[in-house]
């Protein structure tokens, strides 16, 4: 990350300008840079079909799926790319690339034939990267390893709302106490709605596993640094600072102590001033009482019991 904010941006509808230089671009979509800056990635199309631009920093090498449709990119982790678009017969499919060598793509999955273009958000810590379909009621994720097919289909969230757009929230901000492991914004016709992703777990700790050290605010370089040909991973952050343990649940009387709500009239007195009859028949009455609840929990155990052993008989039969 370089401090001191360089600044590439598009400078009208048919340009885009990187500190002075300018390259004539149709449309263009920069997604997140890497964390090694010696690269810098657009999708673009200048003439049909679309197609992918890497810039070391101001080379360009060229790849691209074979529809005409706009396509996207991100960096993994590993330093491939991760791209989205269109194949010749306008069917949507994914791609996964080594940016030393275009000429063979290390995976590529057609999808389906929706004519929305995928939005792919990448989380490096976990490798896994979402698919948000414009026009699509859906999230799908994919998880990327270094073992074939390298791209593989984890899980996919629907509702009932088509997305027209989709944000996604950075790793810091998400709450690492529910287990948070990414939330999306997603914006349909009537409303923008927060879109939660947990993983259940039933421990109150803190969940290192789901939650690895993640790149932080603070620039790794300063912008002359970048400038001058310097390059450095990230500076990560903890996100353990972010969790707040939940609070015991303080224990609460629901039933109130008989004797409480019924003290004896008149002034308290000594034991040895208390009428030995009243004295007597009371303790009697809690002797009493006392046997009859010892005997109500001997009958509701031996009943329970009795339904175990036949819940157990009517698992044996039909096994």
């Known amino acids: 990350m370089a401090g001191q904010h360089p600044e590439g941006q598009p400078t009208h509808a048919w340009e885009w300008s990187l500190w002075g230089g300018e390259i004539g671009l149709e449309r263009v979509y920069v997604p997140p840079w890497p964390s090694s800056f010696s690269l810098w990635l657009a999708s673009f199309s200048v003439t049909r079909p679309a ?35 269109f194949t010749r017969m ?3 499919e994914l791609g996964l690339w080594d940016p030393k060598n275009f000429e063979e793509p290390i995976a590529l999955q057609e999808m389906d034939t929706s004519n929305g273009v995928l939005l792919p958000f990448y989380d490096p810590d976990s490798s896994i990267v ?15 390893t270094e073992e074939a097919p390298y ?13 027209r757009g989709m944000g996604f929230m950075p790793k810091r901000g998400l709450d690492v106490s529910k287990c948070e492991i990414a939330r999306f914004y997603k914006l349909h016709e009537r409303k923008c709605e927060p879109i939660v992703m947990t993983v259940p777990r039933k421990s109150d700790l803190f969940q290192d596993d789901l939650y690895p050290d993640t790149p932080g605010p603070e620039p790794a370089l300063e912008a002359d640094e970048w400038l001058a040909g310097k390059d450095a991973e990230p500076l990560l952050v903890s ?39 009243f004295s ?21 155990e031996k009943r329970i019991t009795d339904l175990e052993n036949t819940l157990c008989e009517l698992a044996d039969v039909t096994d």
């Not at 979402?130 to 990327?144: P, V």
């Not at 609070?247 to 019924?262: A, F, G, I, P, Y």
């Not at 007597?280 to 509701?300: A, C, N, P």
């Open 151 to 163: 791209v593989h289909y984890l899980s996919t969230y629907s509702s009932k709302e088509p997305q």
């Open 90 to 92: 306008s069917q949507r």
């Open 280 to 300: 007597t028949s009371t303790l009697e009455d809690l002797l009493q009482e006392i046997r009859t609840l010892r005997q109500t929990i001997e009958d509701h």
């Open 130 to 144: 979402y698919l948000c379909g414009k026009g699509d009621s859906s999230i799908r994720y994919f998880e990327i």
């Open 239 to 277: 996100l353990r600072d972010g969790y707040v343990p939940l609070k015991n649940r303080e224990l609460k009387v629901s039933k109130k102590n008989v004797l409480d709500s019924k003290p004896p009239p008149g002034s308290r007195r000594s034991l040895s001033s208390c009428d030995s009859n």
């Open 51 to 85: 197609r992918n631009a890497l810039f070391p920093v101001c080379q360009e090498r060229l790849a691209a799926h074979e529809g005409m449709r706009p396509m996207r990119a991100v960096f993994t982790r590993e330093g491939q790319i991760f791209t989205t678009g």
